[in-house]
């Protein structure tokens, strides 16, 4: 096993992709576990693991060992191994955050997010069927997210250097999406809660985060100047920025939100969290805009997203004939689906049009 300490995310290697969750073989094998086929699988986890697992700078949910705990745990199977090898990920992962905090500087992305991140831990921490003692201070440093940085604008403490998809701009930005921004530790805190685990502030950076989300969450990622105005502009019409995915776009944050909701007793919440999502599927430019199978940010991602809305809806017969149209859209393209794998390919595609989650693998996405 390649016990390598992790460091700094922003200092991650390429991750192999026989590793990875997102692309590789661990989730054409997540696919295999969900469809009860455990002799399909036990030969894409030994490939998966051939060159040992990875407890290095880019162990994530996605990644190494946190993902193959993951994918073991859907089949039922806990490896102290491979357990402690994630634990010493997650302390890694929180000593560098406290490095990071006590120099000054902004979180990157990859600190704190659901794909790279300590938002990506919590999600698999809290898959254990006890509670890890590494899970409330993982909470805790999401938490920590919901007070401002230490800067002029007191910018949110989410707040990250850099430039959102190589765009140039001045001072950072805030990513407002699910599998990057700020919507994945709002729903990471709000399944902490629904799940009753609690740590000081979780109400607070829930109601943070979620307030944020219903000002700026029109828009894929927030910077300086939009700060600076009462109303920030949505996207055009025409915009890549306004399609409705689950990575980034209105579906992910409109389960966020309504995660936010049902773990703090909002009812008003839930309800506009809902009409966010009819919203999107209702307007036909904006789902024009989808234009592939994939759950990241394609027809599968929106299905399963819809369907995690639907079910906990006291009104889930409003979204029946959207979760119908979606289905046949999903039906309509996996085919032209290049890759295998989990995130952009045929696996995470067909556990979307197959419509079961007896293994949970909805998990990864923060969705249940």
Known sequence: MNTRPAEDASQAQAAPTTQALAEGALGVALLHIEHGDLAAARPLLAEAVRGGVSTGANASLFHGAPALEFVLHRAGHADPVVQAAVDRVVTARLSAAARRHAAGRLAPLAEFDLI?????LAALLLTRPSTPSLLPQVLTYLVSLARPADTDLDLPGWWSPGNPAHEPVTGGYSDNGMAHGIAGPLAALALAARHGIHVPGQAHAIETFARWLETFGSS???I?????TDAPAAPAAS?????????YGDLGIARALHLAALATGN????QAAEDLALTALTDPARLALITDASLCHGWAGLLTTTRAIAA???DPGRFTDHLGHLTGCLADSIDALAKPGFMEGHAGARLALDGTDATGWTRALLLT
Not at 116 to 120: D, K, P
Not at 239 to 247: I, L, Q
């Open 116 to 120: 790279s991140g300590l938002t990506g």
């Open 267 to 270: 009812p008003a919440r839930r």
């Open 224 to 228: 300086r100047t939009q700060l600076l």
């Open 312 to 314: 906990d809806s006291p």
């Open 220 to 222: 894929y990622w927030t």
């Open 239 to 247: 915009s890549p920025a306004r399609r409705p995915s689950w990575c």
